[in-house]
């Protein structure tokens, strides 16, 4: 009704103009629900970015009198330096990535297979579920580190089989070293999966009951239901929950690379421009999987939509 | 072992025959209609049903979340441990006598009492803060008509990914010039705006809430003539109880546990927060023996009872949050919808 009147007394002219200041009033509404989020991306996102980019190709120093801070601009000197010079950074970088090779994975099969099982029906899995998220409560960064030092992070079957002198006999010593080095945190590594879990349970609870009953009129055995209906359901969560490990290993208490940039903030010789530079290349290769892994994000989600 | 051998060999032979009888057995047993019923219990009829399948789950995980829960028992019965109870390799995991002392010992080593209430303001008013500005900025995500916006969202993932360490050293430098270094001001401020401690997927919590909320909501509202700000504050926000509190509780644990940001921007230790007090147990027992006694430079022996004890102390209020929000926390990621 009211659109017909509207045709009658308003001129094409007129009407286009009003849908463009009610279009101009609905963005600035937007935008009045987006303005703190904005704000705060200029100030503690895009402000600190750009200024560490800026001084990732600098030398910073204090200024002769002690009124601030000057910049003296090197090139990609503080680049190289990390690979040329620093003896510490390329090591570390190499060891923190072989060590997320495997842990991620680790961590993301693990949580699978422990909400697979969660998502079972039975009794007291309201009390497992609780236990299994118990960790995300108090993974804090130095209880952490006191309970790892105390020795609490390895499995309680390695040290009572002696099970790294095992493995020293068992495998070259690079790949032992990085295998007692796992299993020496293992436990705290599964203790990085109690958000993983809950997404996986998450996922699970979008597939229909109604597709696994016609399967199994079909005949189809769980093992084939779980490879034909869940695994394709839930692959967008695996990779989502292999970005989210990643993410979270490259920020945990553990990681050495980040002692070792905060180290170089105070040392006088280096300072904030090295640091920043450290900074930026340790982003570079965590975005490196993370992209590859949006990638084979993106192309199975058009591959699942030619199908369709 | 040895007297285990013999009996074992023999037991095999008489197996041997006997096994032949069951053989016949089975086949007997398996045509009759009974055993189709006990299969049926055992097995189940798709698998996962059965009571072998339950067993052998319950095993699993009972297996994993002992293998889980094995630090934090660990934790409580060496914070109840004497010093003498440390060295006896006899006391494994129950302590002869228990110690409470360590508990008091850490009260001090920690400076508990005050580090809690502060810590505990600190963390509820910065998410809270982050709870508020997040929800807003998800209902626009989720709910306005504005240009750009999938841009926008796409920053918002991306500063998910962003490590904070990059962030960190700029933002040093400037809440040093602002002179809030040594205040709680840049644990708070950055929530105010949507940021701070992974506001990002706050924000896509809020969003993928919103989304699932009928749209009929907004246009009636609108109908009675509420603006915007109104329709948010008044319907929408109460309808969003469940993702506010799932925030509320995920943020407040995060800033509890978070220990970068305050090691970083609260050096000087007239403000500590219980996440990173942890480094200054010996020098506070330190200093508190040497006031104690009246000879000065006293040295507290710091045993691992101790700072377990330290440790338990800062993990319990979160802890005891968890004993009661558990299952909002396990349950509230499903109801909010966040995976639709």
Request: with cysteine; aromatic share 14%.
């Amino acid at each position: 009704m009211s659109r017909m009147n509207m045709g009658t007394l308003m001129t094409k002219e007129d009407h286009a103009r009003h849908r463009r200041m009610q279009s101009l009033k609905d963005a600035l509404r937007g935008y009045l629900f987006l303005l703190p989020w904005m704000i705060g991306i200029v100030m503690f996102v895009a402000y600190p970015l750009i200024y560490s980019f800026f001084i990732s190709f600098h030398k910073v120093g204090v200024k002769i009198d002690g009124s601030g801070l000057k910049y003296d601009f090197v090139g990609m000197t503080n680049y190289k330096h990390a690979f040329v010079v620093d003896n510490v950074f390329p090591i570390e970088m190499f060891l923190f990535m072989r060590e997320v090779i495997l842990v991620v994975p680790i961590t993301v099969i693990f949580a699978l297979l422990i909400s697979i099982m969660l998502n079972q029906k039975f009794k007291g899995r309201m009390l497992y579920r609780a236990v299994f998220f118990l960790p995300v409560i108090f993974a804090s960064g130095q209880v952490l580190l006191e309970l790892f030092n105390q020795g609490q992070g390895s499995l309680p079957l390695v040290e009572r089989y002696n099970l790294t002198d095992v493995i020293y006999d068992v495998l070259p010593l690079t790949a032992a070293g990085t295998v007692v080095d796992l299993l020496s945190k293992f436990v705290i590594i599964l203790w990085f999966s109690g958000v993983q879990i809950i997404l996986f349970l998450a996922a699970f609870q979008t597939i229909s009951k109604t597709i696994y009953e016609a399967a199994q009129i079909d005949g189809a055995t769980p093992w084939e239901s779980f490879w034909k209906i869940t695994f394709p359901a839930i692959s967008p969560f695996i990779i989502l929950n292999l970005i989210y490990t990643l993410v979270e290993q490259s920020s945990n208490p553990f990681n050495p690379i980040i002692r070792h940039i905060l180290e170089n903030t105070t040392d006088a010789n280096t300072g904030y421009g090295y640091a920043s530079a450290l900074g930026w290349i340790y982003f570079a290769f965590i975005m490196l999987p993370i992209l590859a892994l949006v990638f084979i994000a993106r192309r199975q989600s058009k591959k699942t939509e030619a199908t369709r | 072992m040895n007297d285990g051998q013999i009996p074992t060999s023999e037991k095999s032979k008489v197996g041997h025959s006997s096994l032949k009888r069951l053989d016949d057995w089975r086949i007997r047993l398996r045509t009759s209609e009974g055993m189709q019923k006990s299969r049926m219990l055992i097995f189940g009829r798709h698998f996962n049903d059965g009571w072998l399948f339950k067993l052998a789950i319950y095993i699993i995980l009972s297996a994993a979340a002992l293998l889980y829960l094995n630090p934090v028992v660990y934790m409580l019965t060496t914070s109840l441990k004497h010093g003498t109870d440390l060295v006896n390799p006899m006391i494994q995991w129950i302590p002869s006598k228990l110690e409470w002392s360590n508990y008091a010992s850490a009260i001090i080593g920690l400076h508990y009492w005050k580090s809690l209430i502060q810590t505990g303001w600190i963390s509820i008013a910065a998410s809270l803060l982050q709870m508020g500005s997040c929800a807003i900025a998800g209902y626009g995500f989720a709910r306005m008509r504005i240009p750009g916006k999938s841009v926008f969202f796409f920053i918002v993932l991306l500063t998910f990914l962003i490590p904070p360490q990059t962030l960190s050293i700029p933002l040093y430098v400037l809440y040093s010039k602002l002179g809030w270094l040594n205040t709680p001001l840049p644990l708070l401020v950055p929530g105010l705006f949507a940021q701070g401690l992974k506001g990002a997927i706050f924000i896509i919590i809020f969003r993928q809430f919103f989304a699932t909320l009928p749209k009929e909501l907004e246009e009636s509202a609108r109908m009675d003539g509420a603006g915007p700000l109104k329709t948010f504050w008044r319907i929408m926000l109460p309808l969003a109880r469940p993702a506010l509190l799932i925030v509320f509780l995920f943020s407040f644990v995060w800033h509890w546990n978070d220990y970068y940001e305050p090691a970083l921007y609260l050096k000087n230790g007239d403000f500590t927060l219980l996440a990173q007090s942890m480094q200054f147990l010996q020098g506070n027992l330190n200093s508190a023996a040497a006031t104690g006694s009246s000879m000065g430079g006293s040295y507290f022996s710091l045993n691992e009872s101790i700072t377990m004890a330290a440790a338990f102390l800062i993990i319990a209020p979160p802890l005891i949050v968890y004993m009661f929000a558990q299952r909002y926390f396990v349950e509230g990621i499903e109801r909010t919808g966040i995976v639709e």
